[in-house]
Structure formats: structure tokens, C-alpha cells
């Protein structure tokens, strides 16, 4: 029984780290209808920023704040000067490009910053919170931090006129820019924000499985099944995913298929809901009349 | 005489013509000794290449010094990325195109493997590679191929046998990385606890290298209520292991692979209160240990890396690896005299009878013979007090 509430609870402490990463792969498809295949290297770069200042010296929070702000610029900077260009290219071309972005970022830490796994603050330190204690004060922050997450993307695209604006681009570029929304700005908007959120979730990840340039590689993974399995247009849809995987993954591994299968868990829902519910258990589905 | 004839005649005197001397090796001339390896110099394991890097600067100095019996060290060393199929294509290049006389050094069990067969196929030596995978030592059916670490399974050995003396009664959880290095570390350990003592292990879990964290698999093993834990991991799954498996308050004997000893690397991310009690074998100087302060091996290595490399890289327990091995190969070259022919080279280097290095712990030799080529095979337990490890009992040979 105290076996079990551990596997829950680290389950569910990496399920807030998937849940994030899903909510910036969120963002850009929302946008752009494409799967940003470089948001884990990216993000992981972002922690390696929040690192430097770190060890420079700087507090956690002031840290974070100036880390989140400037991948919002980076995210955009990167969509102005490298997605744009291929903006009318195929697909392939576009997956391409990001492939390629996530080797550039990964190989810049390396070069950066060492490949040496490093620790990494969290400003929830101290005691177990509510007196929890199958979970670390900060597994219970991560958790509470991607809520918070999905709240504030959820007021974003909900109540705020540059939510809707976004929206509004993404669904009908066409229609959007007849009524004066600027529909390439909103693509760098959306890849500005999915840069932030993917520096929250390298934040939130790096304390509990170290920050090395290879660190968002499996979470990026998982948390592509969690958006698939919640619906990658949906962001509730694409947390609830996050957190469904990591805890079912800790559980299949350690009372059904053994570990060593378990990495597999997440391949085998990504295809199989792309199978069996292709838009997911809370994705609309999209009729395109031909 | 027509060219059939020709042909036939040239192909009969290439058959019954007397075997090559030195000079006829590729690679091998009166002023030089050419030699070739790969290295990760990018990619997922390129902090590995400091090992080249390292290398490369011993022999120029070497070279500065005279070289070895008046012939100057070429080593042309290649980047592969870790990357198996880029290995393949790497060590074409040196062996066609730049003709070295034998490979050395490359690094990586999945790189090594992959040129295995070609290496021997055509007979050209390739020594000590970088790895510890029981694969690279089997001279019985690659008799050109031979590694430089101390095999996984004997230091795996060691454990088991330590296991035996001071817990007989232990239950061992073992979490292994999921290919050749963890399988490596389970079939020593099972060799030694035999049939007999089989059942001591009561549960396994393994790990892939993708996976974010291994504190599941922690959770699962100590489930078992183990009161030893084997951690076969590479650096930051075992900083993982150490960290989850103090915080759930197990308190099993925690004994960790030699890979991922390093307290720079893996205890200080781990936190060094959760890693007291560790046990490790061991066979280098720690760089970051008071110990060898004064001993005249580091010294010399550390004079050798402020010098031609940084301060930093005295305490890169990867450079130390490289100049160890390249002090190493030098004494093998010098020990072939003027036979440079490959035969030769590969006999010297697997018939070692007991070579100090300045890096090795007092002594541990490196002894080679034609049935075995892993030249490392004596190792010293330790236990992490919280700052540094410290060495007990004796050298135990595996």
C-alpha cells in the first residue's frame, strides 16, 4: 500500500512536468496546427538560462520571471526568423526544421554550459506540504505550478481580446485578417508563449530529474502521448492527458508490464488513441468539407 | 609475357613472398607512427571528448620530447558523434585512405562493436578501446580487438563477493541500465553467486537511457524489502537512484557502479548527506581526493594538465582516463623495439606483465594474456564518508 501511494505520487509529480510541456506543444498547434518537435530542447535551454543566473547569484523567483520572459522573446525571435520562411513550405519541411532546431539547442548547452548533470534549485523547499508525505515540498509545488499554468492559459484564450484574436487566427487566418487581426503576429505570439510555458516545465522538471541537455528528451515524449491522449487542441484536455500518463506509466511499469517495457507505455498510447480517437479523449474533432 | 601471365606470377610472389618487415606496415614509416582512432567530439556523448583532446596533447608532447625511438606520433583522431554507422565510415577512412598501423582508443561499446569485424577481418589491430563491455574482450573469436577499462562483469564480480563475505544472509535489488553495460553487471553478479546462492537477488528492475527519472523502478525495489542495492547506472539515473532511494528511508546497503563514482559529477547533484555510506570499487586516484596530494603519479598528471590543458581538466576524471591510457600505449610502443609490424603491436599489448600507470591506485598493473585481454582486473572497495571516498581492505583481483 505505501509502495502503491509512492508510485502515485511520483507518477503525479512528473505527470505536472509532462502536463506543462504538453500545454506549450498545445500553444503552437493551436497556432499553427504542428507539432514543435524542438519545445523540449528548447525548454531545456530556457532551464540552462535560469541555471546561469542561479549560480550568478540571482534569487529563484527574479530568476524565473527573467527566464520566462526572455524564451517569450527568444520563442518569438525564433518563429520572426526561422519558422516564418517556411511558412508556406510542406509539412515535412516544417517537421524538418524542427528536428533540426531541437539538434542546434541541444548541442548548444552542451557546448554552453558542459553535458555534467547539475542540480537544480526549487524554490519549494523545507517540509512536505499539507503534511503529505509519499511527496517532496517540490513534487507538490510542480503540481500546484502546472495548475496554475492551465489556469492562466485557459483565462488567456477565454477572457482576454488577444486570446481571442489568437483563436481567431488560428481557426480562419483567412476571415481572422479580413477583420484586422495580424495573423503572423499572432504565430509569433503563440510561439512566444509556448517558449515560456516550455521554461516553466524545464523549471519544474530540472529539480527532479537534473538538468543535462539531454534532460527533456523522454518528457517530451510522454508528453506528447499525454496531448495526444487529452486532445492537442485542448488544453485541459492536453493536462489531464499529462497527468493520466505519468501516473499510469509508474503504475503499468511497476505492477503490470515490468520496467522494461515501460517507456513503451507512451508509444503504445499515442498510437493507439490515434487510432482507436484520433482527436483524443477531449479534442473536438474537425470536419473539413471538401 | 602476357598480362595473364603477368598477373598470375605478380599474384604468386605476393603469396609466397617473405613475411612484411616493420616498415612494410601501413602507417608505420622511419620517422613516424600513424595511428587512428574515433572519438564522440559531438552528439549525446561527447563529454567524452576530452579523452582525445587529452590524448592528443600527450603525444605532442611526446613528440616535442624525441618520440619513441626517434619516430613521432601521428594520431588522427576522427569525430563520430556516437553514432555507430558514422564509426563504420570513420574507421574505413583511417584504415583505407589514411593507412593508419592499427586503431586505438575508440570510444564506445555500440562504436567498437560495430568495426569489430572489419578490424579483424583484416587483421588491423584495434586496442584498447574505450569501454568495458565484456563483448570487446574475446580473443577467442576477435583476436585483433581489445578493451582498456576493466570489464563490467568483474567488477560486478567483486560485488558479489563482497556481498557474500559481509551480508550471507543479504536480499539483493539490482536497477541495471537495459543493454550490454547493465546485462553486463547482472551476469557478474549471478556468475559469482551461482545457483546456490541465485535466490539472494529478489528484484530486478531496469531502466532506459530515454526514461526521465528511475524513481518509480527505486520505489518498486525497495518494495522488495532488499537489504542491499546494486545502482548499475551511468551518472545521472545513479544520482537519481541515491537521491530517491535516501529519501524514501531505505536503508540498504547502497552500492554504486563504478561509472558513476565522481563526486562532481553524480554525489553533489545527488546531495553528498545522501550519498554517505556508498560502496564502490575502485582502481584510479580520485583527482579530487587529499590523498594524492603528494604522490609522485598525480603530480605529474596534474603538472601535465596545467600545461597542455587547463587546471580544470586535472580534476575531468575523463582527461585523467586519456592520460593514463596514452602514457600507457607509449610504453607498449617503446616495449615492440623496431618491430612496428601489427602482429607484433598486438602481441605487446596483450602480453602485459604487470605496467604501472601514474593514474592507477597502488598496485593495480595492467596484466594482459592471449586468453584475456581486459588488462585491469584488480579493484579496492571504498566507502563515501560524506566528502570524499575512502579506500578499504584490500586489492581484490576479480
Known amino acids: ?290 | 609475357m602476357n598480362r595473364r601471365e603477368f598477373m598470375t606470377s605478380a599474384a604468386a610472389m605476393a603469396i609466397f613472398s617473405t613475411p612484411a618487415r616493420a616498415e612494410d606496415t601501413p602507417g608505420i614509416s622511419a620517422s613516424e607512427i600513424k595511428i587512428g582512432q574515433t572519438m564522440p567530439y559531438s552528439g549525446p556523448a561527447s563529454a567524452y571528448g576530452v579523452i582525445g583532446r587529452t590524448e592528443l596533447a600527450y603525444f605532442k608532447m611526446i613528440n616535442e620530447q624525441g618520440g619513441v625511438n626517434g619516430r613521432k606520433i601521428n594520431l588522427i583522431s576522427l569525430d563520430d558523434g556516437y553514432s555507430p554507422p558514422k564509426t563504420i565510415e570513420q574507421a574505413r577512412r583511417l584504415v583505407e585512405q589514411e593507412q593508419v598501423a592499427f586503431l586505438w582508443q575508440c570510444l564506445g561499446t555500440p562504436s567498437c562493436l560495430a568495426i569489430r569485424q572489419y578490424c579483424n577481418e583484416r587483421k588491423v589491430p584495434q586496442l584498447m578501446c574505450s569501454t568495458g563491455s565484456s563483448a570487446l574482450d574475446d580473443p577467442e573469436h576477435f583476436p585483433w580487438t581489445s578493451p582498456a577499462n576493466p570489464i563490467y562483469q568483474n567488477e560486478a564480480r567483486i560485488y558479489a563477493r563482497y556481498i557474500l563475505k559481509e551480508f550471507p544472509n543479504a536480499k539483493i535489488a539490482v536497477l541495471s541500465q537495459n543493454d550490454g553495460f547493465g546485462k553486463d553487471y547482472l551476469k557478474g553478479l549471478k556468475d559469482v553467486l551461482g545457483a546456490e546462492h541465485a535466490g539472494m537477488i529478489v528484484k530486478e528492475a531496469t531502466y532506459e537511457t530515454s526514461e526521465p527519472t528511475v524513481d518509480s523502478q527505486v520505489v518498486t525495489l525497495q518494495g522488495s524489502g532488499a537489504d542491499v542495492f546494486i545502482i548499475a547506472a551511468t551518472p545521472k539515473f545513479a544520482a537519481q537512484a541515491i537521491r530517491k532511494s535516501y529519501d524514501l528511508g531505505w536503508s540498504a546497503t547502497r552500492i554504486v557502479s563504478n561509472v558513476s563514482i565522481s563526486v562532481t559529477a553524480v554525489l553533489k547533484p545527488a546531495g553528498l548527506d545522501k550519498s554517505k555510506d556508498l560502496v564502490a570499487a575502485q582502481w584510479g586516484k580520485d583527482p579530487s581526493d587529499p590523498r594524492w596530494k603528494d604522490d609522485p603519479g598525480m603530480k605529474e598528471w596534474g603538472a601535465f594538465a596545467d600545461k597542455n590543458l587547463t587546471h580544470a581538466a586535472f580534476f575531468d576524471q575523463n582527461a585523467q582516463y586519456g592520460y593514463g591510457n596514452a602514457v600507457a600505449l607509449i610504453e607498449i610502443l617503446k616495449s615492440c623495439g623496431d618491430d612496428l609490424s601489427r602482429a607484433n603491436i598486438l602481441k605487446q599489448t596483450t602480453h602485459l606483465s604487470g605496467l604501472e600507470l601514474p593514474t592507477l591506485l597502488p598496485g593495480v598493473l595492467l596484466k594482459t594474456k592471449p586468453g584475456s585481454y581486459s588488462a585491469i582486473r584488480q579493484m579496492q572497495l571504498s566507502k563515501f564518508d560524506g566528502a570524499s571516498w575512502q579506500l578499504f581492505g584490500e586489492l581484490i583481483e576479480a
Open chain 1, 1 to 290: 500500500m505505501v509502495e502503491l501511494l509512492h508510485q502515485l505520487s511520483s507518477g503525479l509529480a512528473l505527470g505536472g512536468v509532462y502536463a506543462i510541456t504538453a500545454l506549450a506543444l498545445v500553444m503552437i498547434f493551436q497556432a499553427t496546427q504542428l507539432v514543435n518537435f524542438a519545445q523540449g530542447e528548447m525548454a531545456m535551454f530556457s532551464t540552462y538560462v535560469a541555471w546561469a543566473l542561479l549560480q550568478n547569484g540571482w534569487n529563484y523567483w527574479p530568476a524565473f520571471a527573467f527566464t520566462v520572459a526572455l524564451s517569450f522573446v527568444g520563442g518569438v525571435v525564433i518563429e520572426r526568423a526561422i519558422v516564418r520562411p517556411f511558412a508556406h513550405a510542406p509539412i515535412l519541411a516544417s517537421v524538418i526544421v524542427f528536428i533540426g532546431l531541437g539538434f542546434i539547442f541541444n548541442a548548444l548547452a552542451g557546448f554552453f554550459f558542459g553535458y555534467t548533470v547539475q542540480s537544480f534549485d526549487t524554490p519549494f523547499n523545507g517540509r512536505p506540504w499539507f503534511g503529505a508525505k509519499f511527496m517532496s515540498a517540490h513534487e507538490s509545488g510542480a503540481i500546484v505550478v502546472s495548475l496554475i499554468v492551465l489556469a492562466l492559459v485557459f483565462a488567456f484564450f477565454r477572457f482576454t481580446p488577444l486570446g481571442l484574436a489568437m483563436r481567431a487566427a488560428a481557426q480562419n487566418p483567412a476571415s481572422a485578417r479580413l477583420v484586422g487581426v495580424r495573423v503572423g503576429w499572432m504565430l509569433a505570439l503563440g510561439w512566444g508563449l509556448a517558449a515560456a510555458i516550455g521554461a516553466i516545465a524545464g523549471m519544474m522538471a530540472a529539480p527532479i530529474v537534473y538538468l543535462d541537455p539531454n534532460m527533456m528528451g523522454g518528457i517530451l515524449l510522454y508528453a506528447f502521448a499525454g496531448a495526444v491522449l487529452g486532445g492537442i487542441d485542448n488544453p485541459w484536455g492536453a493536462v489531464l492527458g499529462g497527468f493520466t500518463v505519468g501516473v499510469v506509466e509508474n503504475l503499468l511499469g511497476a505492477y503490470v508490464v515490468g520496467t522494461e517495457v515501460k517507456l513503451s507505455v507512451a508509444l503504445i498510447i499515442i498510437v493507439g488513441v490515434l487510432v482507436a480517437k484520433p482527436s483524443g479523449l477531449f479534442g473536438r474533432r474537425i470536419v473539413a468539407r471538401v
